[in-house]
């Protein structure tokens, strides 16, 4: 590197931020509409998916999805009455149709 492009970039440094990149995914929080679950993040994302991904939260009752419980720190969501576990980083990951 060049004198003069360091010396620009030490400039850059301290005129501007970088921006913000979370380290890890933690959920909050969830809720859903008539065809999607939204998991609220920490970070202040949402990660929407369909229910139809989910046989068993699809399946089940509006009162029963709103009995989920926040494990891991963040890291899973657990419905104690249909018995369906999912990691966030599974959400985030997204699905494989072809697997399924």
């Known amino acids: 590197m060049s004198i003069s492009v360091e010396?620009?970039?030490k400039q850059r440094q301290g005129k501007f931020r970088k921006a913000y990149r979370p380290t890890s995914a933690l959920a909050k929080e969830v809720s859903f509409d008539?065809?999607?679950m939204h998991v609220a993040l920490?970070?202040?994302r949402i990660i929407s998916v369909p229910?139809?991904?989910?046989?068993?939260?699809?399946?089940a009752?509006?009162?029963?999805r709103r009995h989920y419980e926040?494990?891991?720190g963040g890291l899973s969501l657990h419905w104690p009455e249909i018995d369906e576990d999912i990691s966030v980083?599974?959400?985030m990951a997204g699905v494989d149709w072809?697997?399924?």
Do not use: K, N, V, Y
Request: net charge negative.
């Open 7 to 9: 010396r620009q970039s």
């Open 34 to 36: 008539a065809d999607m």
């Open 42 to 44: 920490t970070d202040g």
């Open 51 to 59: 229910i139809i991904w989910f046989p068993l939260l699809h399946q």
């Open 61 to 64: 009752e509006p009162e029963q």
């Open 70 to 72: 926040i494990g891991g």
């Open 89 to 91: 980083a599974g959400l």
């Open 98 to 100: 072809e697997a399924a």
